[in-house]
């Protein structure tokens, strides 16, 4: 894979400096088969300046510190998410006790409200700390945008968005057809929805504004 992606540049290095338009380069490529992105990746490596030679744009160098800053971002989000989750659980298990567990009410303000709270209070600082830092050094370095570290793990994100807001549904549809659709599970229902379908359609938006302005 790696030696068509160079075999790809130099063609297009290549065609360019012939004095080939995009368009003619583009065109020649998609019908030797070439996927669209492939060929936009491989065009979008040199820049569209009056030039003598193709000249290529800066590439984006995978450091130890974008990988530390991005692996702690979403950390610091599925951390966060799981915790508003749980906290919002037991709030309502609080306001809609289980008849048969009248001591679920004095527990969920116990132990396991206070882990969501301390979590919350110290993960979602540092992941809005480190989403302003990141989006500032990327309005500065749009080339960053292109990092693998985080294309990757975006789409990781979104895939467990995906999956959780799938799951949520399928539940509602299981306990909708079983006749168990009390107000507690619909509103546990709507908590799932409401934070995953925020960070999904977040992510979504933001890589669809990327590709539209590269």
């Known amino acids: 894979m790696a030696a068509a992606t160079q075999e790809l540049e130099r063609f297009v290095r290549d065609a360019l400096a012939a004095g080939a338009s995009r368009q003619q380069v583009e065109a020649a490529l998609t019908d030797a088969g070439w996927t669209p992105d ?11 300046v009056a030039f003598p030679v193709p000249v290529p744009r800066p590439r984006v160098q995978l450091s130890a510190r974008e990988a530390f800053l991005y692996l702690l971002l979403f950390s610091t989000l599925y951390l966060s998410a799981w915790h508003l989750g749980s906290l919002l659980f037991d709030l309502i298990n ?37 989403a ?31 999956g959780a807001l799938i799951g949520d549904l399928i539940v509602l549809v299981y306990n909708v057809l079983g006749g168990e659709a009390s107000v507690r599970f619909l509103l546990k229902v709507g908590v799932v929805g409401a934070i995953a379908g925020t960070i999904f359609g977040y992510y979504l938006v933001d890589l669809r504004r990327e590709e539209h302005e590269s």
């Open 38 to 48: 492939q060929v936009r990746g491989a065009l979008a490596a040199y820049a569209e």
């Open 94 to 130: 609080h306001a809609f006790p289980d008849a048969a567990d009248p001591e679920y009410r004095v527990r969920s303000l116990g132990q396991s409200m206070r882990w969501s709270i301390a979590t919350l209070a110290v993960a979602f600082p540092v992941f809005a700390f480190l």
């Open 132 to 162: 302003r830092h990141i989006g500032m050094d990327l309005a500065r370095h749009p080339v960053k945008r292109l990092s693998p570290v985080r294309r990757w793990l975006t789409y990781l994100t979104l895939f467990i968005a995906a």
